[in-house]
């Protein structure tokens, strides 16, 4: 049962424009989204998040934007650059208490690539 | 951003052995972290969440006497892996969830390469 899905496992963007990766969950008890961005043989690193109450976070050249209603949230990557190149997870959590508190659910992960 | 550390970053044992790896929150204290295994070209999956001066709490399907947890202070977690068999080979990768910041977010460390001959 996946929960939450990149759908998209591959991403080619060029250099300076806009990169978009898309990320979709079933479970509406998800409250908190995160991206993670990751190199091969190293763990992820953490880019901008944005909690349910919130439809948009930007940070510099990244903005998560959420849509709640069609369970959809984005990460934009405006302008992309060749350091961008790396695989993104998306990752959603619960807060309202319980076993589940916390923990972090990945989807399948996106590998972005912008060439120069 | 918060650090975290991982140690070893990969190891080689043979069968039959156990291996530690440690992960350390070195600048914020976690009173949980959590422990992840990738396999090549997957996601990450929760193996278990290390809870300060209590039990881990396993996910479904792992195998608690066989990946050992300690959370022995709010920077230390340690996870076992106890007679370490070739299938346990893997990337193993710890997160400690920084509470006293800004946001409840997990950060990794930079994650463990297991190798069982």
């Known amino acids: 049962d996946q929960q939450v899905k990149q759908n998209s496992p591959s991403l080619s963007v060029q250099e300076g424009r806009i990169s978009i990766l898309n990320c979709d969950y079933t479970?509406?008890?998800?409250?908190?989204f995160l991206w993670y961005k990751k190199y091969p043989a190293e763990g992820p690193t953490f880019l901008i998040s944005i909690s349910s109450i919130k439809d948009k976070n930007e940070d510099g050249r990244f903005t998560v934007f959420l849509n709640k209603s069609a369970k959809h949230l984005s990460l934009h990557i405006v302008p992309s650059q060749p350091g961008d190149s790396a695989v993104y997870f998306c990752?959603?959590?619960?807060?309202?208490?319980?076993?589940?508190?916390?923990?972090?659910?990945f989807g399948q992960g996106t590998i972005l690539t912008v060439h120069p | 951003g918060a650090v975290v550390s991982q140690h070893p970053s990969r190891v080689i044992c043979k069968s039959g052995t156990s291996v530690k790896i440690e992960c350390r929150s070195l600048d914020f204290q976690a009173t949980t972290m959590f422990w992840y295994r990738q396999f090549p070209k997957k996601s990450l999956m929760l193996m278990a969440t290390?809870?300060?001066?209590?039990?881990?709490?396993?996910e479904q399907g792992v195998e608690k006497d066989k990946f050992l947890i300690n959370h022995a202070s709010l920077t230390l977690s340690t996870l076992t892996v106890t007679s370490a068999h070739p299938e346990d080979s893997s990337f193993y990768i710890c997160?400690?969830?920084?509470?006293?910041?800004?946001?409840?977010?997990?950060?990794f460390g930079p994650g463990t390469r297991l190798t069982v001959l």
């Open positions: 997160s400690a969830r920084d509470i006293g910041g800004p946001s409840d977010t997990q950060y």
């Open positions: 990752a959603a959590s619960a807060h309202a208490g319980g076993t589940s508190y916390g923990k972090l659910t």
């Open positions: 290390s809870n300060e001066g209590s039990k881990a709490t396993y």
């Open positions: 479970n509406s008890m998800f409250d908190y």
